[in-house]
């Protein structure tokens, strides 16, 4: 999946595939992340906050399924 960077002090780069709706997220610990059955409005909110962190923490982070990758 390609990602594109963000700048964020948590987040390194984000992707989206909106066939199955899976988020992918790599953070700066180089760890990424797959979230399952993510809404095309919940990435496109994503990849526009202000605070990319923030909006993980808000909307993503134990909400969706998720699951590590690397």
């Known amino acids: 999946m390609n990602r594109d960077c963000v ?39 994503l990849k526009s906050a202000n605070s990319h962190g923030k909006y993980f923490n808000e909307y993503i982070k134990n909400t969706y399924s998720t699951q590590k990758i690397s």
């Open 7 to 45: 700048n964020s002090s948590n987040i390194s780069t984000i992707g989206y595939d909106p066939q199955t709706q899976t988020l992918e997220i790599e953070f700066h610990s180089d760890s990424v992340y797959q979230y399952s059955n993510v809404p095309q409005n919940i990435y496109n909110n």
